[in-house]
């Protein structure tokens, strides 16, 4: 039977597990990245009152919202963009109404309206360590005041890759960030497990698919999206139609 292997946050991973139960899949919960708030002494000074906040992840509402939320609520109706729909959805518990883009990255950010006027106020991105500077570049580049406030860390513990091994007949490996994948391609190539690479890799952007295919990935779904949903689609479309999207 095909296993779905999971590589996400432990807790993110647990969430889709279910849900793809739900769908008649099997899953293997194997994170590869755990993440850790940052400390008052790790975290930037907090930021001048926004006219927009974007929220890049749900994790970044998770840990960073606890810290903003009175510079959110002493502005005057701020706009907040959410990254797509379960971070909106996360926003919403908070009682947050956010807009999110069709696309949900940071090219479908730097294309909603909000982002595109003559007169965009001051912009405050909320968001882990590191990661991509695509969205908050672009946006000095039209001009724009950015603030960038990280929260969170990602951080890459060891993984016991032992699991791979004889338990199944066949996998799918689902990695959600071009970080990720790198990490799952370093792994198995490390661990001699560049067999794996036959397998299916379930991916979130037509960038992260040309990544995949650079690292040796052979058959790579590209979802519509890094969602629970754009997931389980992309993978009853294989297991349908046992063809590549």
Same mark, same amino acid.
């Given at each position: ?49 926004? @006219?927009?906040?974007?929220? /890049? ?7 960073? #919202?606890?810290? $903003?939320?009175? +510079? %959110?609520? =002493? ?30 990255d940071s090219e ?19 968001k882990g360590e590191g990661g ?34 004889? @338990?199944?007949?066949?996998? /799918? ?7 990720? #994948?790198?990490? $799952?391609?370093? +792994? %198995?190539? =490390? ?55």
């Amino acid at each position: 039977m095909t296993t779905v292997v999971l590589t996400r946050a432990a807790s993110d991973s647990q969430r889709l597990a279910g849900l793809l139960a739900g769908e008649g899949f099997k899953a293997l919960c194997l994170p590869l990245m755990t993440l850790v708030p940052l400390t008052i002494e790790e975290r930037p000074e907090l930021p001048e009152p926004s @006219e927009i906040w974007i929220f /890049i992840s749900g994790n970044a509402v998770r840990f960073g #919202l606890p810290v $903003l939320a009175p +510079l %959110l609520n =002493n502005h005057k109706a701020p706009t907040v963009l959410a990254v797509g729909a379960k971070t909106r959805e996360i926003l919403s518990h908070y009682n947050i109404s956010s807009s999110a883009p069709d696309r949900q990255d940071s090219e479908g950010l730097l294309a909603m309206p909000e982002l595109n006027g003559d007169s965009v106020g001051r912009v405050t991105i909320v968001k882990g360590e590191g990661g991509r500077d695509t969205l908050a570049d672009e946006l000095r580049c039209r001009g724009i005041s950015v603030t960038e406030f990280p929260c969170y860390r990602r951080c890459w513990p060891e993984v016991d890759l032992s699991v791979l091994k004889g @338990e199944a007949d066949e996998w /799918i490996f689902q990695a959600s960030s071009g970080e990720i #994948l790198s990490r $799952l391609t370093t +792994l %198995l190539a =490390n661990e001699d497990g560049q067999a794996l690479f036959r397998f299916p890799v379930v991916v979130p952007s037509d960038r992260v698919a040309q990544i995949a295919t650079r690292l040796g990935w052979r058959t790579v779904l590209r979802a519509d999206d890094a969602s629970d949903q754009s997931v389980i689609r992309v993978l009853h479309h294989w297991t349908e139609c046992g063809t590549s999207t």
